[in-house]
Structures are given as C-alpha cells and as structure tokens.
C-alpha cells in the first residue's frame, strides 16, 4: 500500500497526471516512508522534479537526479545596484560573466574558450578523497577541467537586484533592508555526476529486477551494502564539488570586478539527506533518507533561494517546516511546456519584447528556456505560503545561460 503523501498546490495548480502517478508509484516502493510533492512539480525520471520521497536505509540513484547536487547560489556585493541602469555599468558586468563562466555540453577551462590559457580552476574539493567510488576516480581530471562552469539546460548564472524585506533588526541575511547588487548561480556537478548517477542506477536497476516499466527508474540501493555506500559516499563528493564550482564562478567574478561580498545564501536541490522525521504512523521519529529531487530545504529557519525565471524574480525564503511537506518547498517556478515542444511554439522575435519590458538583458539562452515555458513564480510562491517565508526578492536583470542549440544537459 502507498504510504502518506501531500500535494502542495491545490487549490490554483492543476498538477500533470504524469507527475502525481509517479509520486503515487514512489510511495508505492517497499521502502517508502512519506511523500510530497511540491506546486512547481512536472514530470521526471522515476521521481517527478518537485518530489520529495523519504525512504528506511535505502538510497534511489535517480530520486537524487542525474545532475547531483543542483544547488544555487546568490552573493550580494558592495556594488551599488544602480551599475545596472548604466549602459558601461551593464557591459563591465557582463565582461565579467562572459569571461569567467563557461556554458555548453562539455565546457571545461582546459584547451578551448576564451579563457583556455589560464588552465583549470583551483580549489580545495580537488584535494578531499575521490577514490570514494571507481566512477569518481577515473573522472577526477575531467571534474578539475569543468570547475567554475555551468552547462546548458536550465543552468544561469545572471546579475540582478536583490531587494531585502523590512523586518525586526537584521535580516536573517545579515544586512538591513535595502535594493543591492547581487548574483545568483544555477548549476551542479557537470559531466561527473552525471555519470556516477547513470552507473548507479544502473547498478540498482540490476538489483531490483523485480520492478518493471517506469517503476525500475525508483529502482535503490541499501546503505548498508558495499554499492550503496559507494553511491553515498560519490554523492556527498559531489555535493562539495557542485558547492565548488559555484564558488568558483563567483570567486571569479569577485576578483575580476574588485568587489566585495557582503551577504550570500545557497543551497542545494537535488540530493538526499539522512533526516530524523515523525510521520504520524505510529513508528514516532525516526531517521529516514529524504530525497529531495528539485525540492529546496525547508526545515524551521533555513535559508535557501527559489528562483523563478530569467523575467521573473526569485525569491530568498527561511523554512517553516510545514507539516507534510518533509521539510521541503519547491526549488523554482516549474516547467509547463516540453523542450521539444517550446523549439516549435516561441521565437525569440515574440519573447524578447517581454524581456525588455522588464529590463532583463539576454546573453544568451536557448528559445527552450523562455519565460513562457514555467509556471507563474508567484502562484507557486502562493501555494508554498505555509511551507517557506520570503524575506528577500531577486529580480534578474543580466542573463546569462548555455548559447541558442545546445543540447539540454537536464
């Protein structure tokens, strides 16, 4: 029998029957302790992105995502917010993007782009321990070269404004209310996580071949066994590595402005975590697997950042810890239109009007990652009222994602 479960949306989101059936099978499994699912939900990989699904001793390659360790970040800096209102002011920032990111299948900082002379990327994750998985070792020098840079899909990295809300004393930002510049980072753990998540899928799937059709995508491995391990262990290397190369894009862009960090937030979405919940089934508070699979951590006074799309803010919220909700809130505004199908509904001739209204400049995206293609940020935002408090709003203003025809990496 399928284990407790929550929608959060209802009323004023229709979810996709595709979405609600695959959190439905989730809770199905054997394993299965609780379920949610968030207002941004849409259709995945075994598990649905906005699915949260708590599990006993058990780890689901796929429940984590094939991109491990999706996670934003958002840094304020000592800039004034105006430099964006500055034609010099907006092509100093963008400079500074374009030079120290890299977007696109395969990017790295080694043997091509504009910055290939200056070799990988240097940081401390490079020194912790890769020889946790076969996987992780024979890609350590495929990792190093991807360092500091962002693929393609749904990845950004972008300037905006960031307009901190009143409130008693200090944000939990730490810095008093106010409009300041900042950047904000989407990205996770490149090529590397991909493959570790396609092995050990792989590996549960063979384990499990009790479980046929869609379902084998949910398919686990025990953490007690030497492969569950294995994966837990590559998992957690590739949350330290995707927070990494997030400090390392805005590291970067730190030096190349001369600027300062003044405040920041970051989380990721797409991981599993060993948690201590009550699920009200008569078992009293246990320790459970929680798989948040694009689901952003919300348990009582945690920050994270929720952002929408590149023409509509994004949110930095503390968690409330709704009940139901296994500490989770959605991780975005959602998708409602497949890639394939936005590259035949939008052009750019009709997007890039609503854009300019709203002062965003594009770098470049494909046509698949336009406004129209996700939920409305604010209606999502409403639905999640008792799950998270918004004390901060983004609002993008400078953009910059994977060039028109690459290929989706998410």
Known sequence: M???????????????????AQLDQACALPIAVGGALMPDAHVGY????GGVLATENTVIPYAVGVDIACRVKLSVFDMPAAVLDDERGRDRLADAIETETRFGVGASFAGRGRRSDVGPRSHAVMDEDWSVSPVTLRLKDKAHAQLGTSGSGNHFVEFGTLTVEESDGLSPLGMPPGVYLALLSHSGSRGVGASVCDHYSKLAMSEHPELEGAPKRLAWLDLDSEAGQEYW??????????????????????????ARVIGGVENHHNFAWKETHDFGDGHGPREVVVHRKGATPAGIGTLGVIPGSMAQPGYV???????????SAAHGAGRVMSRSKAKKTH??????????????TLLSAGIDENPLVYKQIEQVMARQADLVEVIARFDPRLVKMAPEGERAED
Do not use: T
């Open 2 to 20: 399928s284990v407790q479960k929550r929608l959060f949306g209802e009323p004023g989101i229709d979810f996709d029957g595709e979405s609600v």
């Open 46 to 49: 075994g598990l649905p992105i």
């Open 233 to 258: 262990n590559a998992m957690n290397l590739m949350g330290s590595y995707a927070s990494a190369n997030h400090a390392c894009i805005h590291d970067s862009i730190v030096e190349h402005l001369g």
């Open 317 to 327: 919220v503390v968690g409330k810890g709704g009940a139901g909700s296994i500490d």
């Open 347 to 360: 052009r750019w001739a009709d997007v890039r009007p609503m854009l300019d209204r709203v002062g965003v």
